[in-house]
């Protein structure tokens, strides 16, 4: 493995030594313990063939022109990448994203792809900050953050569509598994809106550029889809006037977004979700009048007898009053003598008159001896 540090560039080469000298050791000690138990050691048996395949791999790949600096070309800029790690790294997240668009109908692996992205970009940002005398370590941060963002915005929208196909039924819930529901929807929209906000937020991207256009369009798009599906919440919660109210709103963000866009897969979109906000308004609509007619056919209307009855007697019927005469009777005035107990009024007087018995003789006497002992002591 001496070789190995003369087939790769000089920033690499210090990797390759520092691994030689750790695995010297262990070769040599392995060596004596043959050479312990055998007493001699065939040459033949080293594997010349594996060393010679080897060798030439190494030669090929020292003989081969090395690219010592990427030039990255973004937002009308070039930038020459001359640190190793980083040029690894972004060749990495590179292939992940192609990788990541070619998975078809596999959301899963694309998922697992595009959380590879987002991760590798983070640790490509530290390496950026970390490397020292590094030329257009903004540009590249920049760069990083942009696909990290658009890799987030990817996911989220591969798990919008995984949340979509479940509610309409395209693809069955498993057991044992969330049901999908319009609010989860919002909650992914309300995301990826944040990250477009986000990503206009990066200073590199040019304010008139038509990447920054698109941002914008693209905000509305999912602004337009998210309304959609609050207004379903209102309508799966039996609140048909919000659900309209929302729809019209809905309407309006499409309307906003056609009027910006030339991409014919969006308008195409959009066009869909217009003739599905119209269906779904219909039964919102429809729903509202149906509710409001029970309504009515519970109120009756307060018959004669009614007028007379008092309206703290019947607090908890309601009656359709059509006009003032037919309001209910409030209150009598003036209210009806009842009959209210009370304490006798001449129990009082009548206890003067009482004769109690004579308790007298009921009375201890005293003694002669107690009257001596009065005057004694002076009592």
Same mark, same amino acid.
């Given at each position: 493995?001496?070789?190995?540090?003369?087939?790769?560039?000089?920033?690499?080469?210090?990797?390759?030594?520092?691994?030689?000298?750790?695995?010297?050791?262990?070769?040599?000690?392995?060596?004596?313990?043959?050479?312990?138990?055998?007493?001699?050691?065939?040459?033949?048996?080293?594997?010349?063939?594996?060393?010679?395949?080897?060798?030439?791999?190494?030669?090929?790949?020292?003989?081969?022109?090395?690219?010592?600096?990427?030039?990255?070309?973004?937002?009308?800029?070039?930038?020459? *990448? @001359?640190?190793?790690?980083?040029?690894?790294? /972004?060749?990495?997240? !590179?292939?992940?994203? %192609? #990788?990541?668009?070619? $998975?078809?109908?596999?959301?899963?692996?694309?998922?697992?792809?595009?959380?590879?992205?987002?991760?590798?970009?983070?640790?490509?940002?530290?390496?950026?900050?970390?490397?020292?005398?590094?030329?257009?370590?903004?540009?590249?941060?920049?760069?990083?953050?942009?696909?990290? *963002? @658009?890799?987030?915005?990817?996911?989220?929208? /591969?798990?919008?569509? !995984?949340?979509?196909? %479940? #509610?309409?039924?395209? $693809?069955?819930?498993?057991?044992?598994?969330?049901?999908?529901?319009?609010?989860?929807?919002?909650?992914?929209?309300?995301?990826?809106?944040?990250?477009?906000?986000?990503?206009?937020?990066?200073?590199?991207?040019?304010?008139?550029?038509?990447?920054?256009?698109?941002?914008?369009?693209?905000?509305?798009?999912?602004?337009?889809?998210?309304?959609?599906?609050?207004?379903?919440?209102? #309508?799966?919660?039996?609140?048909?006037?919000?659900?309209?109210?929302?729809?019209?709103?809905?309407?309006?963000?499409?309307?906003?977004?056609?009027?910006?866009?030339?991409?014919?897969?969006?308008?195409?979109?959009?066009?869909?979700?217009?003739?599905?906000?119209?269906?779904?308004?219909?039964?919102?609509?429809?729903?509202?009048?149906?509710?409001?007619?029970?309504?009515?056919?519970?109120?009756?209307?307060?018959?004669?007898?009614?007028?007379?009855?008092?309206?703290?007697?019947?607090?908890?019927?309601?009656?359709?009053?059509?006009?003032?005469?037919?309001?209910?009777?409030?209150?009598?005035?003036?209210?009806?003598?009842?009959?209210?107990?009370?304490?006798?009024?001449?129990?009082?007087?009548?206890?003067?008159?009482?004769?109690?018995?004579?308790?007298?003789?009921?009375?201890?006497?005293?003694?002669?001896?107690?009257?001596?002992?009065?005057?004694?002591?002076?009592?």
């Amino acid at each position: 493995f001496h070789p190995v540090p003369q087939a790769v560039v000089s920033t690499q080469s210090t990797g390759y030594r520092e691994k030689c000298e750790e695995m010297t050791p262990k070769v040599q000690y392995c060596l004596y313990n043959i050479q312990s138990s055998r007493g001699t050691i065939d040459t033949n048996e080293v594997g010349e063939e594996l060393l010679a395949e080897l060798d030439g791999i190494i030669a090929s790949r020292a003989s081969a022109p090395t690219q010592a600096v990427y030039e990255l070309k973004w937002e009308g800029k070039t930038v020459s *990448i @001359t640190h190793d790690e980083i040029k690894i790294q /972004l060749a990495q997240l !590179q292939d992940n994203i %192609k #990788l990541a668009k070619d $998975v078809g109908t596999n959301q899963e692996k694309g998922l697992e792809l595009l959380d590879e992205v987002v991760g590798g970009c983070r640790d490509v940002v530290q390496i950026v900050r970390r490397a020292e005398k590094l030329e257009s370590a903004d540009t590249l941060t920049d760069y990083f953050n942009y696909l990290r *963002i @658009t890799s987030t915005i990817e996911r989220f929208l /591969l798990m919008a569509q !995984q949340v979509s196909d %479940k #509610l309409k039924g395209v $693809v069955e819930t498993r057991p044992g598994t969330k049901m999908a529901r319009p609010e989860d929807l919002v909650r992914l929209y309300d995301i990826i809106l944040q990250n477009y906000a986000d990503l206009k937020g990066i200073v590199s991207i040019e304010k008139e550029g038509e990447f920054y256009r698109s941002i914008d369009v693209n905000t509305m798009f999912y602004r337009a889809l998210r309304c959609f599906y609050i207004a379903e919440c209102h #309508l799966g919660q039996s609140n048909w006037l919000n659900a309209i109210v929302l729809y019209d709103k809905c309407n309006e963000h499409v309307s906003e977004t056609l009027a910006s866009t030339s991409d014919k897969e969006m308008i195409g979109e959009l066009n869909a979700l217009s003739k599905q906000i119209y269906s779904q308004r219909c039964s919102a609509h429809a729903s509202a009048f149906l509710h409001s007619q029970l309504q009515e056919e519970e109120m009756t209307d307060i018959s004669p007898a009614d007028k007379n009855r008092i309206l703290s007697n019947c607090l908890d019927q309601f009656r359709l009053v059509s006009s003032a005469a037919d309001l209910p009777t409030i209150a009598t005035l003036p209210p009806d003598f009842q009959t209210t107990p009370c304490k006798p009024t001449f129990f009082d007087i009548s206890l003067n008159q009482i004769e109690f018995p004579d308790l007298s003789t009921r009375v201890e006497k005293e003694g002669a001896l107690s009257g001596l002992s009065r005057w004694i002591w002076g009592r």
